[in-house]
């Protein structure tokens, strides 16, 4: 199942309520946190599985193509160029969390 605005345009990034609502639905979503090792003190997401983004196109072989990727860094800006980039490489059912963890962490209320 693809992630679809309400424009019936594949969605390309949520927010954390967006997020948390679709991950209440579904099961087929897999979260990637793309943040360095150093960086994932400031807390995650659960069951978000962490790949470094440097380490993204040679881990691209270990992703399930038959799931909804979303992957999340500390702000957003990261995720957004490597949903760019997995898109490119031809996975496209792939999002990213605006505003990223930090967004997350004042939003989810988790």
């Not at 209440?24 to 470094?52: F, T, V």
């Amino acid at each position: 199942m693809l992630f679809f605005s309400n424009n019936n345009a594949p969605k390309t990034s949520y927010t954390p309520q967006e997020l948390i609502s679709e991950m209440e639905k579904r099961d087929d979503i897999l979260l990637i946190d793309i943040r360095e090792s150093h960086e994932l003190a400031q807390g995650g997401i659960e069951n978000a599985i962490h790949i470094p983004m440097g380490q993204i196109p040679e881990k691209m072989g270990t992703l399930p193509r038959d799931k909804d990727l979303v992957v999340f860094c500390h702000l957003g800006f990261r995720s957004k160029q490597v949903r760019n980039y997995l898109q490119k490489s031809g996975f496209y059912r792939t999002a990213h969390l605006k505003g990223g963890i930090n967004r997350w962490h004042r939003e989810a209320n988790v």
